[in-house]
């Protein structure tokens, strides 16, 4: 049993339940939602551009890969980072559906962009995501042009690392890609909740604090499609709740080879995030043979929906108790992200720091802060 002694790890505990409190809050704005799709004109021959910064710019890149597979022909990933710095190469000057994410809404790049946007796509529409209804984002949309779903209190997370905000957020992307069939998404999304609290209230958790017992000092996170996203927030979550104490990377498994397999060696946790895809899933099998046998990592674990079949090599392998309610479930993808929300609050822990403020030498903050914004 986990001990909720801070804010930490009971954001990350409590996530399947802000998943469903979210269901409820994005059912309850259905009407709406499709008036202002309605009248915008959105479609999936629409433009559309899914962006955040940091883990807000991950869940973009995780959610752009379901909507281009429900065929938005026309959605792709840009970080407000990249809009708000050089946008003449990430944009045209066509209106677009623009859904920004944003935790607290307060990122200076977060109100940057949403000028950016309207002076560079003039005409474009932004459907805002966000956990904080008092946040500069929430606050300059305009009614009609724009719209604004904020989520449940408890995914404003307190803690600096984004972790309940972070699964919320990509959840609803995808409820609002399928708002016409909303209300039969729900069983879809409790799945995934019931796979999630699995993982925080069995031995898998258990499992996951022992790596520290390895003294591991690098991590890989690797995924195929919306997962290579997940990867990425994984690899996040350890090396920033671990003040950089763990150095993290992420790749796809394809592209590992292609060089960044090198920083895998004896001192390093190796995670795999399984494709149920079975093509996808033969290129990921061949990688873990490889990897275990040419680089002879400290620690490797899997987790996939269904077993893997890998033999032997594995530490430990993390499978859904009910895999068949999780057939085509592209909701999956939040559950997986939470072991590596846990990895990084554990080996936080090991390394001697608080979970919910691990930066000692203050280098990084709940709020990015530091950042002046010139006109455009």
């Not at 708000?84 to 559906?97: G, I, M, N, R, W």
């Not at 944003?102 to 790049?109: A, H, L, W, Y």
């Not at 209230?201 to 604090?209: G, L, P, R, T, W």
């Not at 203050?362 to 709020?367: K, L």
Request: charged share 20%; net charge negative.
């Amino acid at each position: 049993m986990l001990n909720l002694d801070c804010y930490t790890i009971r954001e990350i505990a409590h996530q399947p339940k802000m998943w469903m409190d979210t269901y409820d809050i994005v059912l309850s704005q259905k009407k709406e939602l499709e008036k202002f799709l309605e009248q915008n004109s959105i479609n999936k021959d629409s433009e559309i551009i899914l962006t955040g910064a940091g883990s807000s710019a991950y869940i973009a890149d995780t959610a752009v890969c379901e909507y281009m597979k429900a065929g938005y022909v026309q959605a792709k990933a840009v970080a407000t980072t990249d809009i708000v710095s050089a946008p003449e190469y990430f944009l045209s000057h066509t209106p677009k559906l623009f859904i920004s994410f944003g935790r607290s809404g307060n990122s200076p790049e977060s109100v940057a962009a949403y000028e950016v946007a309207n002076k560079f796509c003039k005409g474009s529409n932004h459907l805002i995501i966000t956990c904080n209804p008092d946040g500069e984002l929430a606050k300059i949309a305009v009614p009609g042009k724009d719209f604004v779903i904020v989520l449940p209190d408890g995914t404003n997370d307190r803690s600096l690392a984004m972790t309940s905000s972070f699964t919320s957020m990509l959840v609803t992307s995808l409820l609002c890609k399928n708002v016409a069939s909303l209300e039969g998404e729900r069983a879809k999304l409790q799945a995934a909740a019931d796979f999630a609290d699995y993982i925080v209230n069995s031995e898998v958790a258990d499992k996951i604090k022992k790596l520290a017992d390895k003294k591991i000092k690098r991590a890989v996170f690797l995924g195929s499609g919306p997962l290579k996203g997940i990867a990425c927030e994984s690899h996040l979550k350890l090396q920033e709740l671990t003040d950089g104490g763990i150095v993290c990377a992420f790749d796809s498994f394809m592209g590992l080879r292609h060089g960044p397999k090198a920083v895998i060696n004896e001192e390093t946790l190796v995670v795999y995030l399984l494709s149920e895809n079975p093509y996808t899933r033969q290129y990921e099998l061949d990688l873990i043979e490889q990897v275990d046998h040419d680089n002879h990592p400290a620690a490797q674990v899997v987790i996939s929906v269904t077993p893997s079949g890998v033999k032997d090599i594995l530490d430990f392998e993390i499978n859904a108790p009910k895999p068949e309610l999780l057939k085509d479930n592209e909701y999956v993808c939040a559950p997986f992200v939470m072991v590596g929300q846990l990895a990084g609050y554990f080996f936080s822990l090991d390394h001697g720091l608080s979970p919910d403020n691990p930066s000692i030498r203050g280098a990084i903050s709940r709020v990015v802060s530091g950042v002046k914004i010139y006109k455009y």
